[in-house]
């Protein structure tokens, strides 16, 4: 974006005005030696690649990874400052988040409490002498969102997107999914024989002699592979389709008899209304595994679970070998997270609003909010206009897309209404016991939303407000987008709009277009299914997009190794709508908010440089393979440049050539829409 006279972009130069305070690219990032015209992708963020190569545990890195891997170093501030101080009001945010990080940090309590905490569930577990007492361990370690068995939470329902109904999961499995236990693959038989080696330490850290936790280790393990035979592979189980087994609670009863369904809904205080059971299989294997298994390996299970999902809020040993097999096996990681970053990732995960309640006043003031929804309604109104102006779609398809879009919920920075922690007992000394309260506080909020409406303003529970991950729900037509998310260099309310456009608003245009492509025409407005693309729509936008398959194919990561254009179409064709719409309406905004020429770029340039660094990203070679074969992104390299080499604004900003290898002919460009 910068340098010479006669290289393919113009070099603006400017004095400096009241305007300068405000950020602009990072400047350092760039290789100059490199034509913007020619490799955008080096131009812009080349020098930071060369200088910042990609740490030896991780796969990619970037600024954007960077920051997000620094979120919980903001999130650690917010908490050291609540636990710093010890007389905040009984059930405050501050106090319940401040206190609880207090805890997890007390290395010296945890040990000396040791596996005391845990005692009066173990107990019971061990008491058992029939069904019906291990029927009864299982509903009280579902109490606390420990999976045994199956696993119950509540979600929007398919057929009714409206409500909430309770949803029944295969849950219960200590690996991964069914081929860990029954692949002959020589990886998965060495992750079989890791992870019975694990449970058996874990038994013996629970006070379980050598000999009992090597006979009962393989009967767990043999409980569980049965369980997974009779599981779903990953694909069809994400399939919404495939999982939609809505029924009755009679018929709940009739799939799994021997299972005391009454007590369970009692206890829980769930309505007996139709509920879904994702895998029918699964369960039918649980009930048989009730009157099969005996009662002594059930316990021996359930011991088990309990130890496995206490052990990072339990002392030293267990939080090691909890580490060491999570972390370093299969390949999550190679750098075991110290007691600090473990703490406030527990902190975010059980008192998530907590935390983000003091998180959003240091990090995402009103302001900030203000900003950030000003720019998605901008966005929005952008892609609508582009949309009315769209030609070869059928009338109705245009008017339900445009009705979608009016409708989609983009949540900012944080809900509305927090949760109230107010009756949550947390102390300062008693780590598990606070766990505990966490996890029975969200499953019983969890409990409590089935058979009521999904409310405009409903939040997952996970990914939280200070998270530094959103998500989007398809189905509800709603985007989510945490504080945690909103920071440099993906959001800075102290940048150009120009920056901020680059960045965060061709993100949301983006994401915006998967409500009304081809991925969101499967529901309706108000989420039901309901497939409102005609097959004439679907053959135009075929035939219109091939030009990007076609474009996508032929990027090369190495000789003889290309990107799958019908693998990244869809990310690919968002990119290319994202950076269109963002573009219109960063000059939009431009009208009434003029954006000053910063480090001599002006707000074209900016914008499309910001593209490049916040997109950009290093990648080793191995990870770029399996990337092409897994990720329906293109890799970092080729997601910037790409649809940039369609964009004429793009090519008038730094003044290419036609010729330039940055720019595509005339008659190749591909358009989105």
């Known amino acids: 974006m910068l340098k010479t006279l006669g290289i393919c972009f113009l070099l603006a130069v400017v004095t400096p005005s009241a305007h300068a305070a405000l950020e602009g690219i990072q400047s350092h990032d760039l290789d100059r030696k490199v034509q913007a015209c020619t490799d955008f992708y080096e131009f812009a963020n080349g020098t930071w690649r060369a200088e910042n190569p990609v740490p030896t545990s991780l796969p990619r890195w970037s600024r954007r990874v960077a920051s997000h891997n620094d979120n919980w170093h903001r999130q650690q501030r917010v908490l050291e400052a609540a636990a710093g101080k010890k007389d905040w009001p009984q059930g405050s945010s501050q106090q319940v988040a401040g206190d609880f990080y207090a805890s997890c940090m007390d290395e010296a309590a945890v040990e000396a409490a040791d596996i005391v905490p845990l005692e009066p569930l173990l107990a019971q577990i061990n008491q058992a002498r029939t069904l019906a007492d291990v029927e009864r361990s299982i509903r009280r370690l579902h109490d606390i969102a420990i999976a045994a068995g199956f696993y119950s939470s509540s979600t929007p329902g398919y057929h009714d997107p409206l409500h909430f109904v309770a949803a029944f999961t295969a849950a219960g499995l200590g690996l991964p999914d069914r081929d860990y236990y029954s692949s002959k693959e020589p990886r998965f038989v060495q992750a079989r024989d890791k992870y019975l080696a694990h449970v058996v330490t874990v038994l013996m850290l629970g006070g379980v002699s050598e000999a009992q936790a090597r006979t009962v280790a393989p009967d767990i393990l043999s409980l569980e592979r049965r369980l997974a035979a009779a599981s779903m592979d990953g694909a069809t189980a994400a399939d919404p389709i495939a999982t939609d087994h809505m029924m009755t609670f009679e018929q709940l009863k009739a799939l799994a008899p021997h299972f005391d369904w009454e007590a369970y809904f009692d206890e829980a205080g769930l309505p007996r209304i139709p509920v879904n059971v994702a895998e029918p299989e699964f ?245 039901y299914p309901t497939d409102w693309w005609t097959d004439a729509d679907r053959q135009q936008f075929k035939q219109r997009s091939q030009c990007v398959v076609d474009q996508f194919d032929d990027y090369f990561i190495e000789p003889g190794i290309h990107l799958e254009g019908e693998r990244v179409l869809g990310e690919a064709v968002a990119d290319l709508a994202g950076v269109h719409i963002a573009y219109a309406a960063l000059r939009q905004s431009m009208r009434n908010h003029p954006v000053p020429v910063v480090d001599g770029f002006t707000p074209e340039q900016q914008f499309f440089i910001s593209w490049g660094q916040a997109t950009g990203a290093s990648m080793t070679p191995e990870a770029q393979r399996r990337f092409i074969s897994s990720d329906p992104h293109p890799v970092p390299r080729f997601r910037v440049i790409g649809p940039l080499a369609n964009s004429p604004q793009f090519q008038h900003a730094f003044a290419c050539k036609g010729s330039a290898r940055m720019v595509r002919p005339a008659a190749k460009r591909c358009e989105a829409w």
């Open 283 to 527: 369960m039918r294997q649980f009930d048989t595994e009730l009157v099969q298994t005996p009662v002594a390996t059930w316990k021996a299970y359930l011991e088990w679970h309990l130890l496995e999902a206490a052990s990072p809020s339990l002392a030293a040993r267990f939080v090691q070998e909890s580490a060491n097999f999570k972390d370093r096996f299969p390949g999550n990681a190679t750098q075991i997270k110290g007691r600090a970053q473990a703490c406030v990732e527990s902190t975010d995960s059980l008192f998530g609003d907590a935390l983000a309640q003091e998180y959003v006043k240091i990090y995402f003031p009103p302001a900030a909010k203000a900003k950030a929804q000003e720019m998605v309604r901008n966005l929005r109104a952008a892609l609508r206009e582009q949309f009315v102006a769209v030609q070869w779609m059928a009338p109705k398809t245009k008017e339900v897309a445009l009705q979608k879009l009016a409708a989609t919920d983009v949540q900012v920075g944080y809900p509305d209404h927090w949760r109230d922690y107010s009756a949550v007992h947390v102390r300062r000394d008693a780590l598990w016991l606070n766990v505990v309260a966490g996890r029975r506080f969200n499953v019983e909020q969890d409990r409590r939303q089935v058979g009521k409406p999904t409310s405009r303003d409903f939040w997952l529970p996970t990914p939280t407000p200070s998270s530094a991950d959103g998500y989007l729900i398809v189905e509800l037509n709603k985007m989510v987008l945490p504080a945690g998310l909103l920071q440099p260099p993906f959001f800075n309310p102290d940048a150009t709009d120009a920056v901020n456009y680059g960045a965060f608003g061709i993100a949301v245009a983006h994401d915006l277009t998967h409500f009304i492509d081809s991925l969101g025409a499967a529901n309706d407005v108000q989420g």
